[in-house]
């Protein structure tokens, strides 16, 4: 076992076994360095990374090659998840060397830690016109030895080319004020971008677009964008039949290989799982589709069932591979859903396009077999397919399950308890809340245990490493949707948390944030993210977060401080608008004035009817016992006397109070 075995991330300890002398980050390895004066190779990725996983069997696992790697470098593993600001500095090297990024990612960095050479996959030797790895070694280390000044320019390009390759120095900062504009603009672009056959935007790979469809969501609600919702259901209806999603046991892929949304990347993260449930909420309360609602369900019950901690905590990811086979838990023959399907068996087959020569073989074993998926993404499942689904949960149950990633991460559980909070209000599902409230609890218990918030836990260690802006936008946002939905008190700690997040990683330029905190190590640069991709960002989270709270706080601080990052970001989001789709969302919020709704009252109705309704610019909160004025203006002169009343307030002016869920509809209908 080499250093790694003592560390809690399961991406790392899947290398303790390695004959690499890995290293983790931190001081020792670069103390090393130093005074053997030999560089670093450094390799980033993540437990669900398929071709992280190829390359630790290719080279990580054989003598030979680990043998040069000790040789040469002091190597240090990363997991990305863990250190976002890591991985984020030098995927800005290895980018600006090569043009494009991924993982794994290799860089090889001086004994400061900074890089000058990289790249992402090299497989063990040459191949398909691909250098092999220990010729990439050797090479790197010939230049190390004999050209230092060489590497000397080249570190200096890489560093300069990281320090300005943020969005500030590479688009024109915006000024002035917000605009409804910016949104047409970027609503157009989407339009321009979009699939019309299969959903989506642009071609192969397809992420999941779930910010952008919320976006559409929003242009759809405001009443003047009529393609708006028929894109966000096209590209719902393609994911949901597609072999992205598990039909089997619920949940999506990480992203599709094909354009048709059929082939995926295997892996599951806990991130899409929470920006899609929210996604496909918000659908099933704008169409009332039935097939939203159930993907909702089987989702939200993937996560609690497959991902959940019974402590409260919700785990990261599952792998692409079993066995060592790519997709091999997902897959299906004909014989077996002939077998296991009996009378039925034809109709399973005809749905789910199941065939003898399958849709899917694995590379690098050739094992095959059929993805599931829906043929005619319009048609309801028949009873037949229902009454087959759980013989083939029960069958696949007895499968070999992919790799798990445990460790908990606070701002993806923020994430799926955000939405785990709409989909229990919006469906009156108790059960669901109970399960949010736990996680919410949890987070705050064993991700916060000293005041500052960590990133990180894992059961066998507890947590560890400082959060991250990110993580503290997220749990700032779970909170604020806690509190309109379930009770006010969740305020408080989201009121401290902003406090934090604005002391700890506040860029007063850009009125954003960067990604460290004030208390942080210092890398060689402070990162700093803008750009919505498979995750929100930072910024994008903050932004949304302190645009909520302060509406229902009334702290004027943190709206002009998220209203300034908007103003700044105004132009990049007419130029990249499905880079920005949840900043998109708080830029529509801080253009349109709030609709403030004050519950108060145990008698959950009148916040159900609230729940069901998108209102983008809606905030609320709920107070069943009339407590919590010291921390809302909204529930101020609003004690209990017996009955529940929902209060509305638009445009500094409230409404008369109502006391049922159907007066506070049409109330609702009259202030949209």
């Not at 983790?24 to 090393?32: I, S």
Request: hydrophobic share 40%; charged share 25%.
């Amino acid at each position: 076992m080499n250093r790694l075995a003592e560390e809690t991330s399961p991406y790392l300890r899947q290398h303790a076994d390695n004959p690499v002398d890995w290293y983790p980050w931190g001081p020792e390895a670069f103390a090393r360095a130093e005074a053997e004066d030999r560089p670093i190779l450094l390799s980033v990725g993540y437990s669900a990374c398929h071709w992280c996983h190829v390359m630790a069997h290719e080279s990580f696992e054989n003598p030979d090659i680990a043998a040069v790697m000790n040789r040469l470098f002091v190597n240090v593993k990363v997991d990305r998840e863990e250190r976002p600001d890591v991985d984020a500095v030098y995927m800005g090297a290895v980018q600006a060397l090569s043009g494009q990024g991924g993982w794994p990612m290799t860089v090889f960095l001086s004994p400061d830690g900074r890089p000058f050479f990289g790249g992402t996959y090299f497989p063990p030797a040459d191949r398909q016109g691909m250098p092999g790895f220990v010729r990439i070694m050797e090479a790197v280390s010939d230049v190390w030895t004999n050209q230092r000044d060489d590497v000397a320019d080249q570190t200096a390009k890489l560093h300069d080319a990281i320090e300005s390759n943020t969005l500030r120095d590479r688009l024109t900062a915006g000024t002035g004020d917000l605009q409804f504009a910016v949104l047409d603009r970027a609503y157009e672009a989407v339009r321009e971008a979009f699939d019309p056959v299969d959903g989506g935007f642009g071609r192969a790979p397809k992420f999941p677009p779930s910010m952008t469809i919320d976006f559409l969501f929003r242009c759809h609600v405001r009443g003047d964008a009529p393609d708006a919702l028929p894109m966000a259901v096209t590209t719902l209806d393609a994911m949901a039949a597609g072999g992205i999603y598990d039909h089997v046991g619920g949940g999506f892929a990480r992203y599709s290989t094909d354009s048709v949304w059929l082939v995926p990347h295997f892996e599951k993260m806990l991130y899409d799982q929470a920006l899609l449930v929210g996604a496909y909420v918000r659908g099933h309360l704008l169409t009332g589709s039935e097939r939203y609602r159930a993907v909702v369900e089987e989702t939200i019950e993937y996560v609690r069932r497959d991902l959940g901690h019974p402590d409260g905590g919700f785990f990261s990811a599952e792998d692409a591979d079993s066995q060592g086979i790519e997709g091999k838990f997902a897959l299906w023959s004909l014989e077996e859903i002939t077998e296991l399907c009996g009378d039925d068996a034809a109709e399973v087959v005809r749905y789910f396009g199941v065939t003898a020569e399958g849709n899917f073989t694995d590379p690098h074993t050739g094992y095959s077999g059929t993805i599931l998926h829906q043929v005619d993404r319009h048609e309801p499942r028949p009873e037949a397919v229902r009454r087959a689904l759980p013989l083939l949960m029960e069958a696949r149950n007895r499968r070999v399950r992919p790799g798990l990633d445990d460790k908990v991460l606070t701002a993806w559980n923020a994430m799926f308890t955000r939405s785990l909070i709409e989909a229990a209000a919006a469906f009156d599902r108790a059960d669901w809340m109970d399960a949010a409230r736990a996680n919410l609890e949890f987070l705050l218990r064993e991700l916060r245990p000293h005041g500052r918030l960590l990133r990180s836990w894992q059961s066998a260690g507890g947590a560890r490493h400082l959060g991250y802006a990110e993580d503290y936008a997220a749990l700032i946002g779970a909170l604020v949707t806690m509190a309109e939905h379930d009770d006010v008190r969740w305020l408080a700690p989201a009121i401290e948390l902003a406090s934090e997040l604005v002391d700890l990683f506040a860029d007063d330029e850009s009125g954003g944030f960067f990604t460290t905190g004030t208390d942080a190590e210092p890398l060689i640069v402070r990162p700093q993210d803008f750009f919505d991709n498979a995750t929100p960002a930072e910024n994008s989270l903050a932004a949304d977060a302190l645009l909520r709270l302060s509406a229902v706080t009334g702290n004027a601080e943190w709206s002009s401080r998220a209203e300034r990052l908007l103003g700044f970001l105004g132009p990049a989001m007419t130029q990249y608008p499905t880079s920005f789709g949840m900043l998109l969302g708080a830029y529509e919020r801080a253009l349109t004035p709030a609709i403030e709704v004050a519950m108060v009252g145990p008698d959950r109705a009148l916040s159900t009817a609230w729940a069901q309704r998108v209102i983008p610019n809606g905030v609320g909160v709920r107070s069943a016992d009339g407590g919590g004025e010291d921390l809302t203006p909204l529930l101020a002169d609003r004690p209990f006397d017996g009955t529940t009343r929902a209060y509305v307030c638009e445009n500094f002016a409230c409404r008369q109070p109502v006391d049922s869920a159907a007066a506070l509809d049409a109330l609702l209908n009259q202030v949209l």
